[in-house]
């Protein structure tokens, strides 16, 4: 069976893109080279621009890890630039002749593929599903890992600011990103990158880290600038304004119905990573029958067999020690727990300890971060952290800390949690929540009263362990997602 899998970014990035998608394409094509009979090869779109031969091409990936490099390939130049926000409700994102003819060249000089799977849209136009008509024995895959074809911002993150339920009927769409990126500028960044990675420049190095702080620093402080403008000029209330704002959403909707059509017309499978996914993505229009929920498989998912008993969440000494990992961002809910937290009276917070693993924040953040500290029974912060830190950050930990405030598609650090038996405590929003499927681990995403409610109920013991594990699920290996996934392939 021969596969390709598609996506924005490499998986093999030295840059690090992709977050949990990159890590899990990494894992399925390692996986995968183990089976007989399986050649998986992958392709990249919507990052690599040269800026000496301009028109789009496709080529054997030349740059990055040598690993791999037989089958990784790069289309180069596309007309939709990646990631989603850099092409924000471009018409690119749904057509692109140029970018359409290279990557049917690419299939046909490569091929023939017996499945194709595109684990992401972005940076690629839609039309390219297109391929049905051109190579109709071929498999056509999607999975969700975002909402970017129901979303041009991708996660349903409205204003940078909240879950977004209402677009009305485009409007919101408009004045969504606080930052108006220039494509040009953004193209010619890419274009620079990807000739210095070529010639071997790496992307650690102080050179190429110095000239793209200098770069994307005055890019976003002007990009900033122009959609205060933009915001301003759409939201100043006269009827000109208004109607603008009107006919500029029409385009956001027809976007997404171009989306939703060509995925419906020529998918053969939507795969969606939880039921919620699913859920969200029968409500935007993609049909039933076409829609199957498949949770991945992780490498980390074999710690929940081995994985010792962790024994009650409360302490001998009365205390609980929960864990917060990921981002110091809204939608991650970081600023709401923040605020939570601040909000638990002193009694309660003493019997706490918090361990964050997370890149530091605005110092406004950690200032509060470092108020709380004393108020708590202990407190701990590692400045990001890698899959090595796992174990030992995790180790007398009782609690994960989900408290999401997007329909997160279901965060790989929660599978990381309840992989090594640690209950989790989630917002309702997003598929975290399905690992435990245990509604007194669950509470309302932005609700300080019920969170506060849900931590006193631990600490009093009203909540226990057994509750999450109760209806819990056994995360998924790559093996035995692999074979789940072959056999959807074969149809």
């Not at 992780?298 to 205390?319: F, K």
Request: hydrophobic share 40%.
């Amino acid at each position: 069976m021969k596969i390709l899998y598609v996506n924005w970014v490499d998986y093999l990035d030295p840059e690090g893109r992709g977050g949990g998608v990159s890590l899990y394409q990494r894992n399925l094509m390692r996986a995968l080279a183990a089976f007989e009979g399986v050649e998986p090869s992958f392709l990249a779109c919507g990052t690599s621009y040269d800026p000496i031969r301009r028109q789009p091409r496709w080529e054997k990936m030349r740059h990055g890890p040598q690993q791999d490099r037989a089958r990784r390939f790069d289309l180069v130049n596309s007309g939709t630039l990646a990631p989603g926000h850099a092409s924000f409700g471009q018409a690119a994102q749904v057509s692109h002749p140029a970018t359409e003819a290279v990557f049917f060249d690419f299939l046909a000089r490569t091929g023939p593929y017996d499945v194709i799977h595109f684990n992401n849209l972005e940076g690629i136009p839609v039309d390219v599903l297109r391929l049905k008509e051109r190579f109709p024995a071929s498999r056509l895959v999607l999975s969700l890992h975002n909402y970017y074809p129901f979303c041009p911002q991708v996660n349903f993150w409205q204003d940078e600011a909240r879950n977004c339920v209402d677009d009305e009927q485009g409007r919101r769409c408009v004045t969504c990103l606080p930052n108006s990126w220039n494509a040009g500028q953004i193209r010619t960044g890419h274009g620079l990158a990807y000739r210095m990675k070529v010639v071997g420049i790496a992307p650690d190095s102080w050179v190429f880290r110095q000239t793209f702080r200098v770069i994307f620093g005055l890019g976003r402080r002007l990009g900033r600038l122009r959609g205060q403008r933009k915001r301003q000029t759409l939201l100043a209330g006269s009827r000109q304004a208004e109607a603008a704002r009107v006919q500029a959403g029409l385009a956001f909707v027809q976007r997404r119905a171009a989306m939703v059509q060509r995925i419906n017309a020529q998918c053969d499978l939507v795969l969606c990573v939880s039921d919620r996914v699913r859920q969200i993505a029968l409500r935007e229009g993609i049909r039933a029958d076409k829609a199957v929920t498949n949770y991945i498989g992780t490498v980390e998912a074999q710690n929940y067999a081995t994985a010792p008993e962790r024994g009650p969440i409360l302490r001998p000494d009365g205390t609980v020690k929960l864990a917060y990992f990921g981002y110091m961002r809204r939608d991650k809910g970081f600023y709401f727990l923040l605020d939570a937290l601040e909000a638990l009276p002193d009694a309660d917070l003493a019997r706490l300890h918090l361990v964050v693993a997370a890149r530091r924040g605005e110092a406004e953040v950690m200032a509060r971060l470092a108020a709380l500290a004393p108020r708590m029974a202990g407190f701990e912060h590692q400045d990001g952290y890698g899959h090595g830190d796992l174990d030992r950050l995790l180790e007398d930990v009782g609690v994960g800390l989900l408290p999401v405030m997007w329909e997160d598609n279901l965060p790989q650090v929660a599978i990381e949690m309840h992989a090594r038996r640690i209950p989790l405590l989630c917002s309702d929003l997003g598929g975290a929540r399905e690992l435990g499927n245990s509604p007194e681990f669950v509470f309302p995403a932005g609700d300080m009263a019920v969170f506060g409610a849900r931590i006193r109920a631990i600490l009093s013991g009203e909540i226990v362990a057994e509750d999450y594990w109760r209806g819990a699920m056994v995360p998924e290996t790559m093996g035995p997602h692999i074979d789940k996934l072959l056999a959807l392939y074969r149809g």
